[in-house]
T-cell receptor, first 113, second 112 residues
């Protein structure tokens, strides 16, 4: 596609429920990144993919967070048993290759009640 | 461990002024450094990317420089306009890690 897309744009959920956030990178981009931006905070790196492989999962906040990428394209970030502190904007970016210029999607605003 | 700092946190200038935003990093083994702008409630827009072998990049009224020895990058905005009002973020990736570490940003307001 023309740019990185993310869905849904907004998600409101109840504490304890599972959520899935989707990212569609720019076609042909091999690297994909997930970040989290909490209110008034900077961007926090979560995980990156090279192809379908995630070499560095150190940024995931807890074992309730997981991510996968299939076909070297779409990625899904899953948060299980959501907590109120998970409320944030989740941003996805892609780049042609690892460490290259990143292009961001519009984000998914997650609110956990 | 790479740390990125941006000063000032906020800046207010009259229209037409030239201005400089600062970004400092602790690990000089930079692979790439990228500048972004973020408008309220929106995602990030890439402005400029400086590779480790480069000293500066220019795009229109924007010029970004990179000095690895001093651990600094600057974003120069010429003839500022109200439409430049946004939060400006710098992010650095270190050789071998490939993940970008972001500064907390400079919130710029250009007054008409």
């Amino acid at each position: 596609g023309a740019g990185v897309s993310q869905s849904p744009s907004n998600k409101v959920t109840e504490k304890g429920k599972d959520v899935e956030l989707r990212c569609d990178p720019i076609s042909g981009h091999t690297a994909l990144y997930w970040y989290r931006q909490s209110l008034g905070q900077g961007l926090e790196f979560l995980i990156y993919f090279q192809g379908n492989s995630a070499p560095d999962k150190s940024g995931l906040p807890s074992d309730r967070f997981s991510a996968e990428r299939t076909g070297g394209s779409v990625s899904t970030l899953t948060i299980q048993r959501t907590q109120q502190e998970d409320s944030a904007v989740y941003l996805c970016a892609s780049s042609l290759d690892l460490g290259g210029e990143q292009f961001f999607g519009p984000g998914t605003r997650l609110t956990v009640l | 461990k790479q740390e990125v700092t941006q000063i000032p946190a906020a800046l207010s200038v009259p229209e037409g002024e030239n201005l400089v935003l600062n970004c400092s990093f602790t690990d000089s083994a930079i692979y790439n450094l990228q500048w972004f702008r973020q408008d309220p409630g929106k995602g990030l827009t890439s402005l400029l990317l400086i590779q480790s072998s480069q000293r500066e990049q220019t795009s229109g009224r924007l010029n970004a420089s990179l000095d690895k020895s001093s651990g600094r990058s600057t974003l120069y905005i010429a003839a500022s306009q109200p439409g430049d009002s946004a939060t400006y973020l710098c992010a650095a990736t270190t050789s071998g890690t490939y993940k970008y570490i972001f500064g907390t940003g400079t919130r710029l307001k250009v007054l008409a």
